[in-house]
């Protein structure tokens, strides 16, 4: 060992960023640590994005650590800084900011991206993703102006943004393109069951649909068409 200190870049911040980042300080006490994330937020637990639009939480109550604990840990935090290039044989990545951060190694944690489907990019203006907290809070504005929610997808965000959305009055319909409400891996008894207590709980199912077009009325008002022609106000 040469005595120099090691430079490691961490892409995201999400958990397994976090997580990373405290594993390689406690191997190595005088390491250079850097986490960049292309989200403004501060690092936070996304699981925990439901309770936050209940307002059951504040955002900083979901932070997975405070700005203390990284500054303790030397962990440098780069927010907001998008990761646009990376040489594995220059050993640099490249940043929105037009930085170059150099490192001896690199940790990529970089999670899997919800996207706005492309039949729907058109309607981008009005349709919000629940994947980070910065789009939690555009729903959460949202909330007191409506009366009716629409949501697309499956599987456990999609249940967990229509069991918010309906505890915070609102009438949910759930549009899933596929004929499963989650994953393959899940037995057709038990999508069976899970199909019962939403629609009991007063989820308005509408499986093996689609949106087809959205149409603004006025403001806060839109008409949505599924495919099949069926209209819903939200
Ligand atoms: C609403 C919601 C509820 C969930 N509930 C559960 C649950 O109950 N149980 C469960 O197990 N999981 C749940 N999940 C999933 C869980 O949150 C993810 O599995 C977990 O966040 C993955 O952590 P990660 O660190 O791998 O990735 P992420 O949390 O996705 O972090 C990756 C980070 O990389 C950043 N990034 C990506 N590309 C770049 C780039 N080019 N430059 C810079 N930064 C970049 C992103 O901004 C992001 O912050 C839920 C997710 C959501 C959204």
Do not use: C
């Amino acid at each position: 060992m040469s005595g120099k200190k090691r430079k490691f870049v961490i892409i995201g911040a999400g958990v397994a960023g976090v997580a990373a980042a405290l594993a390689i300080r406690e191997e190595d006490g005088d390491a250079s640590i850097t986490l960049v994330d292309e989200e403004a937020d501060f690092p936070h637990y996304r699981f925990m994005l439901g309770d936050v639009l209940l307002g059951t939480k504040d955002e900083r109550g979901i932070f997975i650590k405070d700005e203390r604990f990284f500054d303790e840990k030397e962990i440098k935090l780069r927010r907001g800084q998008k990761v646009l290039k990376l040489s594995v044989t220059e050993k640099y990545v490249f940043l929105s900011n037009n930085e170059r951060l150099t490192f001896d190694a690199i940790l990529i944690s970089v999670g899997r991206r919800e996207v706005i489907p492309s039949h729907l990019k058109q309607y981008s203006r009005w349709l919000s993703l629940f994947s980070t907290l910065e789009n939690t809070l555009t729903i959460k504005s949202r909330i007191p102006h409506a009366k009716r929610a629409i949501l697309r997808g499956k599987g456990f965000n999609a249940l967990e943004l229509a069991r918010v959305l309906l505890r915070s009055g609102l009438e949910v319909v759930l549009v899933t393109p596929d004929k499963r409400l989650t994953y393959p891996s899940m037995p057709e008894e038990e999508n069976e069951d899970l199909r019962r207590i939403i629609t009991e709980a007063g989820i308005l199912l509408r499986e093996g649909e689609d949106i087809n077009r959205i149409e603004e009325k006025n403001m806060h008002t839109y008409s949505v068409e599924l495919l099949s022609g069926d209209r819903h106000r939200r």
